[in-house]
């Protein structure tokens, strides 16, 4: 599961200043901003930790599965690196982000339904973090203006459903840096992004604050220290409907009435829900004003969710029930190879 703060290609983002400086001498920091050129390429390594909990429980035909979770607690480190090709977006002034990985370090363990955890295992599914393949269009403030996974617009997927990509937090297909204001800022000020996402009925709202902390220095490069923090609203999404109006299409291959009968009668039983409670993203960017670009990135997030299915049985057509609850708590940091820049 790659389970992924919401990217900003959703509708309704607006960036505000709200609090000066509490000093009574002005540090200024000045206007931030990207300076990514085309044809750059950067590359960040990358450590993303995660502890799983997770607890499924369901009907005899959902728990006799070999595919049912059961239970599981996992503690995993996932290392490897990513990769930025920059070119030039549709429009002056943007940029186009091509992000790939490659995820080739694999620490894990923990059990399994009691036992010990088998890392080559398919039975981890739940737990997994496919390599990425993104490609983002940002403009010089890092706001994201378009967004594609794996060849599919996002923005397209389920209304603004796509969206939701980087809820938890260290999703590596999104980009790694704040959106800034598009002002001069001062040490200690904190500006604001507020981003709204329709998905299936659902309004989900991310609030997220951004403040200049301090200066540091990376590798000879002074940089500006941004603290941020984002809480994306507690939500649910009922998958139910998309489900049945799928199922939906074999009604027509029934052979009698009794049989499309009783395949309607499943067809009003099918759900599928996914819930999500309060997300905090909480994290640290090191930027280089003069590069324009991150040099560090760490984030720490915790991820609370349940999800109540129940789905025809392949093998029997009979519904399978299960509700799945699982905590997820990650922490992801990224750092700029010295050769990348």
Known sequence: MSVLLISACGSG???TTTTPPATTTTVLVGELAYAYADGDQLSYQISIEQDISMKADGNEIATASEDFPGTAEIAQTIGGSLFYDVSAGPEQGTHTLNITSELDQL?????VNGEPVDPTGDQLDFASIEPIKATLVIDGQGKVLDAEAGGLDLSQMLGDLGALQDLAGG???QHLGPPFPGRSLSLG???TDEQTVEALEQ???TKASYTVTGRDEIDGHEVFVIESHATTSAFTLDLGQFLASLFGGFAGTAEDQASQAELEAMLAQLEFRISVDDVNVTGTTWFDPVAGLVRKA???SDLAMTMDMAVPDEASGELMEMT???DMAQRMSAALDTDSA
Request: glycine share 8%; proline share 0%; net charge negative.
């Open 13 to 15: 983002s607006a960036v």
């Open 107 to 111: 620490e894990m363990t923990g059990t």
């Open 171 to 173: 999703n590596l297909g």
């Open 189 to 191: 000020e904190t500006w």
């Open 203 to 205: 309004t989900v709202t």
């Open 298 to 300: 760490e984030q720490a």
């Open 324 to 326: 799945m609850v699982m």
